[in-house]
C-alpha cells in the first residue's frame, strides 16, 4: 500500500448561537452524458451549503442537489474539522488513508459526522471505482475527544480516451467533519445507528433505478460512513446517495444516461459517449440521537446547474458553487 506524507488542515470553530446548524445529508449530481471524474463535491462548511462539479476535457451541463438539514441552536455548539490531502498513486492502486486525532471537546457531550467532500484533479481525470469516507468517535473524555478518520479512493482509465502513456493519478481530496457539542447536557443518549445498503447492476439495455431503503429512526440521521463501490472504473452521468426529509436513504449510480446521445447538451461529445455494463455496491450509516432538541426542524436541498464549457481541464477554476 503507498504511504502518503499528511497534510492535514483542522479548522475549529463555533457558529453563533443564534443561528441553525447545517447538517449534510448526502447529494446528487448528474450530467446529460457519461465522464471521468475530474471534479465532484459536495459539503457544508463556514456554514454554508457547496457543490462542485467539472467534466473533463468535454463540454456539457450538469445539475446537482445537496440535501441538508437546519438543527435548532437550543444551547448547541458546532465544531468544523477539514482534511486535505494530496493523493499521487497508479491507476487502478487502493489509496488508504487513516487519521487519528484528538479533538479538544467532550466525548460524553459530542458528536461527530460526516459533512461533505471535494475530489478534484490535477492532470488528467480518471474513471471512478472506489469512493469510501467515514468517522469514528474512539474514546475519550470530558475535555476531549479521539477520532478516527478514514479515507479510500480508487481511479482506473482502461479507456480509448484515457493517455495510455501515463498511468498515474493526481487528486486533492478534502472531507469535511462536523461534531454538535451539547454544552449544558450531561450525557448523550444515543439509539442504535443502521447501515444501509444497496447493490445493482445494470446491462447496456436496462438501467439502473432508484433504491429507496426506508429506516426505523425518526430522528436527525447523521452520517458517519459512505462508500460506494463498483465491480470496476466506470464513466459516470449520474450519483445519487442522500436522506430524504421522510429520512429515507435514496441511492442511484448511473453509468449512462437513456438516450444521451440524443439529448446531449453537446451532441458532438455526446456521440463519443458509451454504454458499459457494470455494477454497484454502496451504502450509508447514521447515528441518530434520543433528545427531542434534535428534531429536524427542516429538511433543505441546495439546487442548481452548471455549464461546462471545457476551455481548461484544471477543474479548480470551476469555482464551488454556494448557497
Known amino acids: 500500500m503507498h504511504k502518503w506524507p499528511l497534510q492535514i488542515f ?10 441553525q446548524i447545517p447538517v449534510w445529508q448526502g447529494f446528487e449530481m448528474n450530467w446529460t452524458y457519461n465522464h471521468r471524474l475530474n471534479r465532484l463535491g459536495s459539503f457544508v462548511s463556514d456554514d454554508s451549503v457547496y457543490n462542485t462539479a467539472s467534466a473533463g476535457t468535454s463540454i456539457d451541463s450538469g445539475w446537482f442537489s445537496t440535501h441538508y438539514l437546519l438543527v435548532p441552536e437550543a444551547g448547541l455548539q458546532f465544531q468544523q474539522l477539514k482534511i486535505s490531502q494530496r493523493v499521487e498513486a497508479r491507476e487502478n492502486e487502493i489509496i488508504r488513508i487513516q487519521i487519528d486525532t ?7 457531550h459530542s458528536v461527530f459526522f460526516l459533512n461533505g467532500f471535494d475530489i478534484s484533479a490535477n492532470n488528467d481525470a480518471d474513471q471512478l471505482q472506489l469512493i469510501k469516507f467515514g ?64 447493490t445493482e447492476s445494470w446491462t ?15 430522528n436527525v440521521q447523521f452520517i458517519t460512513d459512505f462508500e460506494l463501490s463498483l465491480n470496476k472504473s466506470h464513466l459516470y452521468s449520474g450519483m445519487q446517495v442522500f436522506i430524504d426529509s421522510n429520512n429515507v436513504s435514496v441511492m442511484r449510480f448511473e453509468q449512462y444516461k437513456d438516450r444521451m446521445k440524443k439529448n446531449a447538451y453537446y451532441k458532438p461529445h455526446g456521440n463519443f ?17 434520543s433528545y427531542p432538541v434534535l428534531q429536524i426542524q427542516q429538511h ?23 448557497n
Not at 447496456?204 to 425518526?218: D, P, S
Not at 458509451?274 to 441518530?288: E, F, M, N, T
Not at 439546487?303 to 464549457?309: C, D, Q, R, T
Open 10 to 19: 483542522l479548522v475549529f470553530f463555533s457558529i453563533s448561537l443564534n443561528a
Open 102 to 108: 484528538v479533538v479538544p471537546v467532550s466525548f460524553h
Open 135 to 198: 468517522v469514528k468517535m474512539l474514546k475519550g473524555n470530558y475535555d476531549s475527544t479521539w477520532l478516527r478518520i478514514n479515507m479510500e479512493l480508487n481511479f482506473n482509465c482502461p479507456g480509448l480516451s484515457c493517455d495510455w502513456l501515463n498511468n498515474q493519478i493526481d487528486y486533492d481530496v478534502s472531507l469535511y467533519v462536523g461534531g454538535v457539542y451539547f454544552a449544558n447536557r450531561d450525557y448523550i443518549s444515543f439509539v442504535k445507528g443502521e447501515i444501509l445498503t444497496a
Open 204 to 218: 447496456r439495455k436496462k438501467n439502473t433505478v432508484q433504491n429507496k431503503i426506508f429506516g426505523n429512526n425518526k
Open 273 to 289: 459517449s458509451v454504454r458499459s455494463p457494470g455494477s454497484v455496491k454502496y451504502g450509508l450509516a447514521g447515528i441518530s440521537l
Open 300 to 322: 433543505k436541498e441546495f439546487k442548481g446547474n452548471i455549464i461546462w464549457k471545457s476551455n481548461d481541464r484544471n477543474p479548480v477554476k470551476n469555482k464551488p458553487v454556494n
